[in-house]
T-cell receptor
Framework: GQNIDQPTEMTATEGAIVQINCTYQ??????LFWYQQHAGEAPTFLSY??LDGLEEKGRFSSFLSRSKGYSYLLLKELQMKDSASYLC??????????WGAGTKLIIKP | ETGVTQTPRHLVMGMTNKKSLKCEQH?????MYWYKQSAKKPLELMFV???????ENNSVPSRFSPECPNSSHLFLHLHTLQPEDSALYLC??????????????FGPGTRLTVL
């Protein structure tokens, strides 16, 4: 079966750095997405990786290793507003998105 | 972000009621999706419409009935729901086609409670 694994919950301190991991086993691979979802709001697109390596976008970076079936989202200089759930999703060989259950990130002052 | 709108935002209904959820996208996309989001579970894809044609129906019970009158509007008609159908229902849209990253953009969702 197809599976996306990410930690259920993480806690970090304001101003610090946090890395949220995502591992996947899917039938084929056509890209990996990270979304941010604040409580009661829509998931919003953060990043897309299809090639191995690091994609940097401001305070957020996303890394992909296709050979390891692994990605991480790196958040730097954490702010209280970064408290949210972070969803990892992989597009499989049928171009269907397979979703992880999300990682709830709690930022403490 | 007002690219994808959904109404109502909250809905409480009894098991014998009939109601409809509405989604509208203002992004010029050609594909629209309905998802169900339950606490601590992955997003569950329910239906996909591509150029107004339904291309996915992931074994969704017949008490959920989608309608896509044009590429900008999507409805989910609900009838005789069960309490376990209580969840956040999310609509999304994307631009499908060669060379497109086809990122999905989501609406704010409808929080549905079935009594």
């Amino acid at each position: 079966g197809q599976n996306i694994d990410q930690p259920t919950e993480m806690t970090a301190t304001e101003g610090a750095i946090v890395q949220i991991n995502c591992t996947y086993q899917t039938s084929g691979f056509n890209g990996l997405f990270w979304y941010q979802q604040h409580a009661g709001e829509a998931p919003t697109f953060l990043s897309y990786n299809v090639l191995d390596g690091l994609e940097e976008k401001g305070r957020f970076s996303s890394f992909l290793s296709r050979s390891k079936g692994y990605s991480y989202l790196l958040l730097k200089e954490l702010q209280m507003k970064d408290s949210a759930s972070y969803l990892c999703a992989v597009k499989d060989s049928n171009y269907q998105l397979i979703w992880g259950a999300g990682t709830k990130l709690i930022i403490k002052p | 972000e007002t690219g994808v709108t959904q109404t109502p935002r909250h809905l409480v209904m009894g098991m014998t009621n009939k109601k409809s959820l509405k989604c509208e996208q203002h992004l010029g996309h050609n594909a629209m999706y309905w998802y169900k989001q339950s606490a601590k579970k992955p997003l569950e894809l329910m239906f996909v419409y591509n150029f107004k044609e339904q291309t996915e129906n992931n074994s969704v019970p017949s008490r959920f009935s989608p309608e896509c009158p044009n590429s900008s509007h999507l409805f989910l008609h609900l009838h005789t729901l069960q309490p376990e159908d209580s969840a956040l229902y999310l609509c999304a849209s994307s631009q499908e086609g060669q060379g497109e990253v086809d990122t999905q953009y989501f609406g704010p969702g409808t929080r549905l409670t079935v009594l």
